[in-house]
């Protein structure tokens, strides 16, 4: 199950681990329903290995 963020009219939010198709919760600190927000995502591509869609780290002389 994933990790999603959810926030309360009050402002609250608050990571929970659930179902994918969950698109609410209670709110642990207000018990009103909180919704599922848009999280920052912490994806990065990093090393040599990405050099075909074109982030390698040396240049090519093309």
């Keep these: 199950m ?3 963020e959810f926030e309360c009219p009050d402002g609250t939010i608050t990571e929970k681990w659930v179902k994918m198709g969950t698109q609410e919760i209670e709110c642990p600190e207000c018990r009103q329903k909180a919704k599922k927000i848009m999280s920052a995502c912490s994806f990065e591509l990093k090393g040599s290995g ?3 869609d074109g982030y390698s780290s ?3 002389g093309k």
């Design 2 to 4: 994933p990790v999603y």
């Design 50 to 52: 990405w050099y075909a």
């Design 58 to 60: 040396a240049k090519s």
